[in-house]
């Protein structure tokens, strides 16, 4: 069973960092596209960065600069190293990976990891 796990996500001042990781865990998988999303109370779930396979990325514009979205292909591994984290950034961060299983692409998500950015 496929299964991504999220680690990472706390409290921390506004100016501050934190680093999200996503471990992809089972077999007869591979990964292709990989995403961190993001659901702040009240407001719909959205991008906030996005990696492919071959190492492409696109952010969103309320993150660019700030935050930067890696992968270990070896390790079956996204991570989210976030800098100069404001308020606004508060919300419960989701992994999400499209996976390529038994021929099929399916789409799975973390179970989310809060991160608060408050004084």
């Known amino acids: 069973q496929v299964q991504l796990v999220e680690s990472g996500g706390g409290l921390v001042q506004p100016g501050g960092s934190l680093r999200l990781s996503c471990a992809a865990s089972?077999?007869?998988?591979?990964?292709?596209?990989m995403g961190w999303y993001r659901q702040a109370p009240g407001k719909q779930r959205e991008l906030v960065a996005a990696?492919?396979?071959?190492?492409?990325?696109n952010y969103a514009d309320s993150v660019k600069g700030r935050f930067t979205i890696s992968r270990d292909n070896a390790k079956n591994t996204m991570y989210l190293q976030m800098n100069s984290l404001k308020p606004e950034d508060t919300a419960v961060y989701y992994c999400?990976?499209?996976?390529?299983?038994?021929?099929?692409?399916?789409?799975?998500w973390g179970q989310g990891t809060q991160v608060t950015v408050s004084s």
């Open positions: 999400n990976a499209v996976l390529l299983v038994s021929g099929i692409l399916r789409d799975y």
């Open positions: 089972g077999s007869g998988f591979s990964i292709n596209t």
């Open positions: 990696i492919t396979s071959g190492g492409s990325t």
